[in-house]
Every structure is written in structure tokens, then in C-alpha cells.
């Protein structure tokens, strides 16, 4: 074996083992990976629009007030935190985000070349090859016959067409060591990073959700004036999922049918009200019950404190009124 055919080798088993990593962080079975984060994200989407639906159904006054603030602040929290979590940098290379997945590849776009597309696959290369087997093959049989799937060679072409495009160089002559136009990941990145809706998300979420920022900073970035909307939101979601697929379809297994099919009726029950009349006084036990437990926490003089930082066991503080009230 020759210097270039063991150096060819070397760089397709690195690759192997940075996509075996990729392919971890894009659609791996943790419920971090990107896909993961992605199908939860519109799922929970696909809950809320059902339950801003159902508000706008039900007729003036017939809604619990304090039921719909809390479903609006969870909601919103969430989404803006879980795409600023898909948006994430992380220079420390912990975290797993679709923004490093496309930085790494970014920056490991030396081993995406066109021989590693196919072999770093288990896929045929010699497109001339396979179309003189089958043409051979073809030439052999009589009547009507099926072609062996290692003989599809319009599959072979089609990934090469694939890869011309990718590495920028159509209607050039194809070499083993064409690689993925680095612009590519860039250009990706950029889009998420800097498509308004994208970046105002990532900032208002950075500000105001992961980090309480004051007056003073947040004066600086203007960020109090950035106004956010659910079109805002659907419209983040559209480009995260459509990078997702793109990287699906051309680098791994496929990330699509972002909306989970649920094996059970997800409307069960959806037209039964809370709680009976009669058991609304068992909630206002739970809640007069929390009030008098937090109300205790504003009497908390040196005294109080000295006992905390002294007492051994920090957890002798009860809640039992309460948990007596929830289990009436």
C-alpha cells in the first residue's frame, strides 16, 4: 500500500469516528441529542396550539385566568430556552447544540471528502463499474427481471450529482479528494445565527431567562424593545427543523417527521373540565395552605439566620400543612 492509499485510509477512519460521534449529538437515542430536543420542542408547540385554540372556543368568562397565565409563562420560557439550547456556542464543548454540530463539521470539513462520502458509508464509488455489472447482468437475463440493489448504479450517480453540489464543484472532474465546500457550514450557521427571528429568540432568552440582566446592560442591546410573537416562533421553528433535515439528508440518517404520531387518543378527556364545583375548596386548601407556609419565610431576623447556618440538618423546615392539604 502506497503513502496516499495508507494516508486515504487513515482519513476515512477518522472520519468513521467523528460521524460516529456526530451522528450521537444529531439523532442518538439521549434525550439531549438534537433531534430529540427538536421533536420535543414541536410537540409541546403542537399542545400549546391546541390549548390557545381551545381558549379562544370557550366563551368569555368561562376560562380560569390564572390557569392560562401560568400554560402563556411556561410556554414561552420554554420555547425561548430550548432554541436558545439548539442556538448554543458552548466554547467549552460540553453541551451539545445543532450551532456546534455544524461548527464541528465546520471545522472537520477536511474529512468530508468525496471518497469518504461513499466509503465512509459503506457505499459503491465506481459508478463506470456497477453499470458495466449490470449491464452485464441485464444482458443475461430473459423476460422481465429485478435488479440486484448493488447494481442500481443511477443510486451512485445520483450521490455523486449529490456531492458535486455540496463541495461546489459541478461540471468539474470528480476526484477522491474533493471536499465539502467549507462555506457551506458557515452559511448555515449564519442563518441561525443571524435570521432575525433566531436572534432576537437567543437574546431575549439570554437576557431575561437564563440570566436576569439589569436595566443598565439591557439598555446597551436594546433588548426591552424586541417584541416577540407565536408567527415569530413558527417561523424560528421552520429553520431550525428545515438545517435539521438538510443535515439529515445529506450526512445521516434522515431527521424528519418532526410532529411524533401519538399511539393514543391525545384529545382524551380534553372536554372534561378540571375538577368538580364542589372540589374547588380542596384547591383553595392547597393554596391558603402554601400562602400561610410562605408567608413564615418573611420573618427571618439575625437570629433566624444564625440558627440556619448552625443547625445540622437544614431540611427540618415542614411543609406538612400543605401536604396535609393536598391529600384531603
Given at each position: 500500500?502506497?503513502?496516499?492509499?495508507?494516508?486515504?485510509?487513515?482519513?476515512?477512519?477518522?472520519f468513521?469516528?467523528?460521524?460516529?460521534?456526530?451522528?450521537?449529538?444529531?439523532?442518538?437515542?439521549?434525550?439531549?441529542?438534537i433531534?430529540?430536543?427538536?421533536?420535543?420542542?414541536i410537540?409541546?408547540?403542537?399542545?400549546?396550539?391546541?390549548?390557545?385554540?381551545?381558549?379562544?372556543?370557550?366563551?368569555?368568562?368561562?376560562?380560569c385566568?390564572?390557569?392560562?397565565?401560568?400554560?402563556?409563562?411556561?410556554?414561552?420560557?420554554?420555547?425561548?430556552?430550548?432554541?436558545?439550547?439548539?442556538?448554543?456556542?458552548?466554547?467549552?464543548?460540553?453541551?451539545?447544540?445543532?450551532?456546534?454540530?455544524?461548527?464541528?463539521?465546520?471545522?472537520?470539513?477536511?474529512?468530508?471528502?468525496?471518497?469518504?462520502?461513499?466509503?465512509?458509508?459503506?457505499?459503491?464509488?465506481?459508478?463506470?463499474?456497477?453499470?458495466?455489472?449490470?449491464?452485464?447482468?441485464?444482458?443475461?437475463?430473459?423476460?422481465?427481471?429485478?435488479?440486484?440493489?448493488?447494481?442500481?448504479?443511477?443510486?451512485?450517480?445520483?450521490?455523486?450529482?449529490?456531492?458535486?453540489?455540496?463541495?461546489?464543484?459541478?461540471?468539474?472532474?470528480?476526484?477522491e479528494?474533493?471536499?465539502?465546500?467549507?462555506?457551506?457550514?458557515?452559511?448555515?450557521?449564519?442563518?441561525?445565527?443571524?435570521?432575525?427571528?433566531?436572534?432576537?429568540?437567543?437574546?431575549?432568552?439570554h437576557?431575561f431567562?437564563?440570566?436576569?440582566?439589569?436595566?443598565?446592560?439591557?439598555?446597551?442591546?436594546?433588548?426591552?424593545?424586541?417584541?416577540?410573537?407565536?408567527?415569530?416562533l413558527?417561523?424560528?421553528?421552520?429553520?431550525?427543523?428545515?438545517?435539521?433535515?438538510f443535515?439529515?439528508?445529506?450526512?445521516?440518517?434522515?431527521?424528519?417527521?418532526?410532529?411524533?404520531?401519538?399511539?393514543?387518543?391525545?384529545?382524551?378527556?380534553?372536554?372534561?373540565?378540571?375538577?368538580?364545583?364542589?372540589?374547588?375548596?380542596?384547591?383553595?386548601?392547597?393554596?391558603?395552605?402554601?400562602?400561610?407556609?410562605?408567608?413564615?419565610?418573611?420573618?427571618?431576623?439575625?437570629?433566624?439566620?444564625?440558627?440556619l447556618?448552625?443547625?445540622?440538618?437544614?431540611?427540618?423546615?415542614?411543609?406538612?400543612?400543605?401536604?396535609?392539604?393536598?391529600?384531603?
Amino acid at each position: 500500500m502506497c503513502c496516499n492509499d495508507k494516508k486515504r485510509e487513515r482519513t476515512l477512519m477518522q472520519f468513521k469516528d467523528m460521524h460516529k460521534k456526530w451522528s450521537e449529538w444529531f439523532s442518538g437515542k439521549d434525550r439531549n441529542s438534537i433531534c430529540q430536543q427538536i421533536y420535543d420542542l414541536i410537540w409541546y408547540t403542537a399542545v400549546y396550539r391546541i390549548v390557545y385554540k381551545s381558549g379562544q372556543i370557550a366563551s368569555k368568562g368561562e376560562q380560569c385566568g390564572m390557569i392560562n397565565d401560568f400554560i402563556d409563562k411556561c410556554f414561552w420560557e420554554y420555547q425561548l430556552i430550548s432554541i436558545r439550547r439548539l442556538l448554543d456556542e458552548d466554547k467549552t464543548q460540553r453541551t451539545i447544540s445543532l450551532y456546534r454540530l455544524l461548527d464541528s463539521m465546520e471545522s472537520n470539513y477536511q474529512l468530508l471528502t468525496r471518497y469518504n462520502y461513499f466509503y465512509g458509508y459503506d457505499k459503491e464509488y465506481d459508478v463506470d463499474k456497477i453499470k458495466g455489472e449490470y449491464e452485464e447482468y441485464a444482458a443475461k437475463q430473459k423476460g422481465p427481471y429485478q435488479v440486484p440493489p448493488r447494481l442500481v448504479w443511477e443510486e451512485i450517480e445520483r450521490r455523486h450529482s449529490e456531492f458535486d453540489k455540496l463541495s461546489n464543484k459541478k461540471n468539474m472532474p470528480r476526484k477522491e479528494n474533493n471536499c465539502v465546500n467549507i462555506s457551506l457550514f458557515g452559511d448555515l450557521k449564519k442563518v441561525l445565527k443571524e435570521k432575525v427571528e433566531l436572534k432576537n429568540i437567543e437574546t431575549i432568552a439570554h437576557k431575561f431567562i437564563a440570566h436576569a440582566e439589569s436595566p443598565e446592560d439591557r439598555r446597551k442591546s436594546n433588548v426591552d424593545q424586541i417584541k416577540l410573537s407565536l408567527e415569530d416562533l413558527y417561523k424560528a421553528h421552520e429553520i431550525v427543523c428545515k438545517i435539521a433535515t438538510f443535515l439529515g439528508k445529506y450526512f445521516f440518517d434522515g431527521c424528519g417527521g418532526f410532529l411524533g404520531v401519538p399511539q393514543f387518543d391525545q384529545f382524551e378527556n380534553i372536554e372534561k373540565p378540571m375538577v368538580k364545583p364542589e372540589e374547588v375548596s380542596q384547591l383553595r386548601g392547597i393554596w391558603n395552605a402554601y400562602w400561610k407556609e410562605t408567608e413564615s419565610w418573611s420573618y427571618f431576623d439575625i437570629n433566624e439566620c444564625d440558627k440556619l447556618l448552625k443547625s445540622e440538618n437544614n431540611n427540618e423546615f415542614s411543609t406538612d400543612e400543605i401536604s396535609a392539604a393536598e391529600n384531603q
